[in-house]
């Protein structure tokens, strides 16, 4: 008789969620309990409407603008959560209550818009230690994949930590890029759609309310209240250095708008 190994496709097997039987140094932390749970949350329950990309409806339907203007007065669309914020608001409005809301050292942005399952140990190593060096630091993760309670474990020990989905046409008003809002479901169908929105989703933010982006895997050795105007930089091979948009750190302020502009024009 044939043996049936189907039982190894069972996704609750996968290494990442199994805790080492050995004590000590290899077993599972505090935080990989922390992703276990998320993981094992997210294969036991069905597909939600939060995992599919929102459309930004085009402002030149008159029959997409009320259902739009429905959605941000009534119970639709929801573009953040965090508790003691009204889930309801806007996404300009509860940026600004989440940034209101309590202690903020600094204001940190993120961009993931790959699927939720590839949100990994890697990620959140990094996640834990831009933390643990500002554990009073409001964190904003745009996506539109994740969904909006991604990190409720961290928020569950006192972190603020946000998922939004990003507003283009909101994020991208009075600058020339704007027009990226109005072709995005056209604009999504092209080859370097993720990369070119992450550039564009991060520089907006930092426009429009300053502060400090990282990539979601940054290891952040020390604190980064001391950046001011900077941009990082990535060692090459050849020992040369080249700027990186790993990491940047503006005020609100006009530099992000001209960087903006060049997006648009080039």
């Known amino acids: 008789m044939l ?5 190894s496709l069972n996704p609750r097997n996968h290494p990442l969620l199994q805790d080492p039987d050995s004590p000590g140094l290899t077993s599972l932390t505090r935080g990989d ?15 939600t409407k939060n995992f599919e990309r929102r459309r930004l409806l085009s402002s030149g339907n008159k029959q997409d603008m009320s259902v739009t203007a ?13 508790p003691g914020i009204d889930p309801h608001l806007g996404f300009s409005e509860f940026m600004e209550k989440f940034f209101e809301h309590g202690k903020c050292s600094v204001r940190v942005f993120m961009v993931w818009n790959s699927p939720e399952w ?6 959140q190593r990094g996640l834990e230690s831009l933390l643990k060096q500002h554990p009073d630091a409001c964190i904003v993760m745009l996506s539109e994949t994740l969904e909006l309670k991604f990190f409720k474990e961290f928020v569950g020990e006192g972190y603020k930590v946000s998922v939004a ?40 933010a930092l426009y429009k309310y300053g502060g400090i ?13 001391l950046l001011r ?38």
Request: aromatic share 14%; hydrophobic share 35%; with cysteine.
């Open 70 to 82: 429905k959605e941000k007065h009534g119970q639709g669309r929801r573009w953040g959560y965090f």
């Open 33 to 47: 309990r922390m992703v276990q749970r998320m993981l094992l949350a997210q294969i036991e329950k069905p597909a």
């Open 213 to 225: 982006y990282l990539d979601s895997d940054i290891i952040v050795l020390k604190p980064l209240t």
């Open 3 to 7: 043996r049936s190994n189907l039982e």
């Open 165 to 204: 989905v990003p507003n283009l046409d909101e994020l991208l008003e009075s600058t020339q890029a704007h027009v990226f809002a109005s072709v995005w479901h056209e604009w999504r169908q092209t080859k370097y759609y993720p990369l070119h929105y992450s550039e564009l989703v991060r520089l907006a």
């Open 118 to 123: 590839a949100y990994g140990v890697r990620h």
């Open 229 to 266: 105007n900077s941009i990082g930089a990535a060692k090459q091979v050849s020992r040369n250095s080249s700027f990186s948009g790993a990491v940047l750190a503006f005020e609100k302020q006009r530099y992000c708008g001209l960087c903006l502009y060049d997006f648009y024009s080039g």
